[in-house]
């Protein structure tokens, strides 16, 4: 009973922030974003009879804690559904994505371990079931299921089983980048799901975010259909502001950004002044993701990596969803 599979990471355009129901990690909006062909997580699993526990090792190392106890409460509603509650795994993944640091390592992560899993443990299950599963483990995984654009609907039943994410368009649809850019691979001081209890919470300018969604969503999928570029940068990157805006007004404040971030931030507008067509997004981190077309390529990377603070750009196309390996 072994299996392995590979997930790639994605960028939200239309971002997800705050939960209506944080057990079963049920969206306050619906949510669009893009897969990335450059980041992703490759999970081994092997259901073996002599383990009386589940062991998780990540990059090689042993994990325990916190993060274990995260990893096997999931494969628990793995073995549930498949009725096995007395297997028990070893997993080994690989994660080629900074953790913690705003580009959706857990997106990754958990769509390969569900995928993985489920394949293992003999549990038959098809995208969309497996896109409820994911959510479980972490919600913008749930989206990693499928590759190219994808939106996750938020759903409106108290179990979740509507809330799930649906394929917009296909990894060729069209050859949009994203440049990652890399500033800082420390764990962030705000992890995203606190982040968004305290936003949720307290933010006096939560409810406008969440009011917002909808326009944006038919907006930018308009945009995808027609390959309007310009469109998708222009809601994309104000979506993304909107959404950091709300944490300054949460109690207390808090914010994901450090100086360099400023810096990419105001490159990019510089650039877009300067007749190049380019936009940014950022997650819960200081890293910055600038969407840009093929053609513009050359120019994006040179001029990022001369900012003072960029460690590294990592050039992404769009990306396939999950595949067994």
Not at 45 to 54: G, P, S
Not at 162 to 167: G, N, T
Request: proline letters at 5%; a negative charge.
């Amino acid at each position: 009973m072994k299996a392995a599979a590979k997930a790639h990471t994605n960028i939200a355009l239309i971002k997800y922030w705050g939960k209506r129901d944080e057990s079963l990690i049920l969206p306050m909006n619906n949510s669009l974003s893009l897969t990335l062909d450059g980041f992703y997580t490759t999970t081994a699993v092997e259901f073996q009879e002599n383990l009386t526990a589940d062991r998780f090792y990540l990059n090689d190392r042993l994990v325990e804690g916190a993060e274990y106890r995260r990893v096997t409460a999931f494969l628990d509603r793995i073995r549930q559904a498949a009725g096995r509650p007395d297997a028990f795994a070893e997993i080994h993944s690989t994660n080629h994505v900074p953790t913690a640091a705003g580009f959706a390592s857990s997106a990754s992560g958990f769509a390969a371990l569900a995928a993985a899993t489920a394949k293992a443990i003999d549990l038959p299950v098809n995208e969309q079931q497996l896109s409820i599963m994911t959510r479980h483990g972490s919600g913008s995984a749930c989206r990693s299921i499928y590759g190219g654009f994808v939106e996750w609907e938020k759903g409106i039943k108290a179990d979740g089983s509507d809330s799930y994410a649906v394929p917009i368009a296909p990894a060729d649809h069209w050859d949009i980048r994203v440049a990652a850019v890399i500033l800082s691979s420390a764990e962030k001081k705000v992890l995203s799901r606190e982040g968004m209890r305290r936003t949720v919470e307290t933010s006096s300018y939560y409810p406008a975010w969440v009011d917002s969604i909808p326009d944006d969503l038919a907006a930018i999928k308009d945009g995808i259909a027609h390959k309007d570029f310009e469109k998708v940068g222009v809601i994309a990157e104000a979506n993304c502001l909107r959404m950091h805006a709300t944490t300054l007004a949460a109690s207390p404040p808090f914010s994901y950004w450090q100086s360099t971030t400023f810096s990419i931030m105001e490159a990019v507008q510089d650039l877009r002044e300067a007749g190049v067509p380019v936009f940014f997004t950022i997650d819960a981190g200081p890293n910055v993701k600038v969407l840009y077309l093929p053609e513009q390529e050359e120019t994006i990377r040179s001029t990022l990596l001369g900012i003072p603070g960029v460690h590294d750009v990592t050039v992404s196309r769009p990306g396939q969803g999950v595949s067994y390996i």
